[in-house]
């Protein structure tokens, strides 16, 4: 059964650093484009952070660009988003989200690309 769980979420004050997992099961990581998603109160679901099963490519929304960092160890079937230099404006509940299309050539922050999603974990950042 295809399932993503996320984990790593917590409170964090401005500054500080968290690093999230998205631990995949019932299919193979390496084949698959992952997104990281994140949705503040009364906002949209906006895309954060993907990485390219094939390529190994990254993109990045431009508010989180050089402070975030996506990685994935295929072994251990997980992909980590590493959050440094962390804002309120970071809070929100960050998800993970697989792919529809194996081995896709590019990864994208499409919402429309992502059929699959983790339950999301609460990231808050607070004095």
């Known amino acids: 059964q295809l399932q993503l769980v996320e984990s790593g979420g917590g409170l964090v004050q401005p500054g500080g650093s968290l690093r999230l997992s998205c631990a995949a099961s019932g299919f193979s990581l390496d084949s698959y484009n992952i997104g990281w998603f994140r949705q503040a109160p009364g906002q949209e679901r906006e895309g954060v952070a993907c990485?390219?099963?094939?390529?190994?490519?990254?993109s990045y929304t431009d508010s989180v660009k050089g402070r975030f960092t996506i990685s994935r160890d295929n072994a251990k079937n997980t992909v980590y988003l590493q959050m440094n230099r962390l804002r309120p404006e970071d809070t929100a509940v960050y998800s993970c989200a697989r792919d529809d299309y194996q081995g896709r050539p590019y990864c994208a922050l499409r919402r429309s690309d992502y059929g699959h999603w983790g339950q999301g974990t609460q990231v808050t950042v607070s004095s």
């Open positions: 990485t390219n099963s094939r390529t190994g490519s990254t």
